[in-house]
């Protein structure tokens, strides 16, 4: 893989430089919480050893996105929003994050029915990650198939060496970006050498906490286990893991109307919710919280790899940081395979 | 600490031993060195799960209106005033209830724990009578507790339970002298743009993940007015105005019943400042109707009465 | 690139009130984009989602065959605030369209072969599509014998009415319809769907049946199919699950691995007993 290296200011400086002709969306610190947002003049990109708050999922996916708007007093007319050709750039998200866009891919990239919603920004979007030289007690990124250096998902991976970023050339796009800036000098042997030493500390700091591929032999015939009927019990059923959840997407599509304009929208779901499933004829297929929590990891770890051939957990740690009742997910696999 | 942990696992062996209880509901150590977590014991085997810290922050009174049958629970000062209201409003089924009460010192906040680390992270915790000892890579901090402690702990009236069978522990002193309404009455003193502005960015922040709803023992409706969909009172989606709405709603729909357990401010994970909401209706409640919200089972909720002498005032003509 | 989320637009040509307790209304569509029809191209068994502009949208089968031409059925049944927004819908009115979605019935598989309907109440709607597909002058000789069996719970909550007395003179259909009680002026059979299945008894030998109904008649059909002979790979059932999107993205209508939207409605038994019980 070609390698690169760019001084840290001279990155910034090409980023904020940037942000007239296309957004760039980056980390910034908003009252004591580190999100992801487009960059305005002033703001200051923070990458620090914290993960953001929120993932990577509202800039391809936001909460509330309009599908259309139309006018009740003009039956039949609908109007798309713009699909823009604008570049953006993503930069500082997390291998957990660029990863969790493969798995979107899966879904909105899909060939019966791509999104154009997605699409649009998938494709004019280049992802600028930065491995984790300092993993977080709370990551298992190495467990569900990305780590701490993973270039799933990403365009350029950048490795922190202090002062400049040595940037590992992913895919063309990538390196289209890396040629169109003179920033960019090669590598030397050198650069290489510090990288394998982060590389090798932070991915042992990383430990094995769960083995997804026998999770899911376990899952495979572990419907009517009575693991589930254990394991929710301290769930408040709230959507605090699915909403912070970068591969999470399930959603829905409401309509909103003031006076006689309106829009119609698709917005997230979650599955922890007992009325996502609730039929108009009252059944409702997963009634309580054991039946939602076994979706829920039935969905990450089975279904999807089922139809996908990758779980849907990027080991990012989010729901294991926020649960408000310390519900780790960690614990919930350790405990499915054993059961 | 450990004391308190041993003299709770005695009392819960004893409660099963007498066939007193067929599930008790307290704390464990959590899967992360600053958390503790709920459990549930069915089995007199599980016992020695059972911890006390002073991270033993969620309101089990939540869970007594999801289950059934015959449950001790741990409960600190708030929670025992929580199960107070839910007796008040024939939520719970006191005959088969045994409350373990244990005088809290006050539950430690996380967030501010996190900020005085900076960015360093805690690998090991060692809690001693007034302070924690937090160790990392290369890194060893005390903090004592009295500084860390959430916002509501550190102005709550009753540390000690309102309301047990078993009580754990010694009584803890009451913080009689502090001024639970000083951040309401400064909030108060601000111009209405100012009270507005707090109200937007309190609401832009909501992912409606309904975290603070689903933390809160009284919020057991079975369908909650947010979720209704004949009618829908609510839009869906995390547009301002329906956020706003979801927090005022919430706010009045516990109006002379919340505790300020501080369930929610702990479980959002967007930190919006729902105490601010809370503790202002709580303010007015307790000047209109000088009510107190789960110290009294035989008491009501204000709202829940009518008495002709009532507060009414906004009655205009 | 085509937008999934766009519906098509469509102009109610005729509503007709199905039932006497006025919940169910049948509405006929046609589409006011000439394109538009001649790319909604289906098979009987795949539904379509609904829409109305500041209501919402949701999912129903498709009531007519591809065999009428220029029309688009839907018969609906009055629930919820959706389909009450339907019901207030008059002739003349503009309804989006978003479709065909899912599957359909293996028609290919019928050929040569008898099939059997058994159907109860409103869920006849995708299963009038099949028949008056199969009973069409170009299809009805590429299968044998036809047999309907269609409950309702009252004479007055029968669908199709009109219909089910032509098909009643026909003799190339074996027609039986029933009701749970009766009334002075109903000749018919009484009695509940899966009784009327066993007094029926049709040949499980070379044939096909195919079960539409409310859980409970579902429930207790399948074991008198079972024990008529018919296999699990000859059972082939439709299901209903809360949709949204109808294009396997929405996370909501899954059984297991499969998407009830994308992957279904329409399942053998077989398929259904390797899958959860979730539904």
Known sequence: MKEMIIKKDALMNLLTGRADDCQVFAPVEVEGSLVIKEIQPGDEITISSMNTKASIKETFFPQRERLFSYDLSKPG???????????????????????????????????????????????????????????????????????????????????????????????????????????????????????????????????????????????????????????????????????????????????????????????????????????????????????????RVMHKFKYFVDNNEMVACTGCGRCVKYCPVNLDIREILKQIEVS | MENLSKEIREAVKKLFEEDKVDLVIGFENGSLPLKATPCFIRNIDDIDRLVWNSRCENNLAVYL?????????????????????????NQIDRENLVIIGIPCGGMVDQKKIEKSLQEKEPLEVKENHDSLVIKGNGFEETLKISDILYDNCMSCKHRNPVIHDVLIGEPVEEQDDVDEFAGVKAFEEKSSDERWDHFVKQGEKCIRCYACRNACPFCFCEECSVDSSQPQWFGKSIALSDTQVFHLMRSFHIAGRCVDCGACVRACPMDVDLRFFNKKIEKDVRELFS??????????????????????????? | MNNPYLPLQARIDKVIMETEDRNIKSFELSFLNKKDEENFQFVPGPFAELSIPGKGEAPFGIASSPTEKGMLKFSINRTGLFTEAIHNLEEGAIIGVRGPLGNHYPVEAFENKNVVIVSGGFAFTTLRSLTKYMIHDDNRSKYKNITVIYGARSPGLLLYKDELREWEKRDDIDLHVTVDAGDDDWKGKVGFVPAITKEVAPSAEDTYVIVCGPPIMIKFTIPVLQELGFPPERIILSLEMRMKCGIGMCGRCNIGSEYVCKDGPVFTLAQLSQMPDEY
Not at chain 1, 132 to 156: I, M, Y
Not at chain 2, 66 to 72: L, S, W
């Open chain 2, 65 to 89: 209106t999801k289950n059934k049958g015959k449950i001790g629970i741990v409960a600190k000062g708030c929670d025992s005033r929580a199960i107070v209201g839910l007796m008040q409003e």
């Open chain 1, 77 to 295: 007319e609908m109007k798309e929003p713009p699909f823009s050709d604008r570049k953006r750039i993503v930069f500082g998200i997390r291998p957990c994050d660029a990863k969790s866009l493969t798995v979107f891919d899966c879904v909105f990239k899909g060939k019966d029915y791509p999104d154009p919603y997605y699409i649009d920004k998938r494709d004019n979007t280049i992802v600028i990650a930065v491995g984790c030289n300092e993993p977080s007690t709370t990551c298992f990124c190495s467990d569900t198939g990305a780590g701490p250096f993973s270039t799933d998902g990403a365009d350029l991976l950048l490795v922190d060496l202090d002062g400049s970023y040595l940037v590992r050339v992913v895919t063309e796009k990538g390196e289209s970006f890396v040629n169109e800036n003179t920033a960019f000098t090669e590598a030397g042997q050198q650069q290489a050498e510090t990288r394998d030493a982060i590389v090798d500390k932070a991915t042992k700091a990383v430990h094995a906490q769960v083995n997804p591929d026998k999770v899911k032999k376990k899952l495979d015939d572990g419907f009517d286990s009575n693991v589930w009927d254990i394991i929710h019990e301290k769930c408040i059923g709230c959507g605090t893991c699915t909403y912070l959840c970068p591969t999470c997407h399930c959603f829905d599509i409401v309509d909103e109307t003031t006076g006689t304009t309106g829009e119609r929208l698709r917005i997230w779901d979650s599955c922890m919710y007992p009325f996502f499933t609730l039929h108009a004829s009252g059944g409702n297929p997963r009634k309580t919280g054991k039946e939602r929590m076994r979706q």
């Open chain 2, 291 to 317: 009510h107190e919200a789960g110290i009294d089972p035989e008491a009501a909720p204000p709202l829940n009465t009518y008495n002709t002498d009532d507060y009414d005032d906004f009655i205009k003509s």
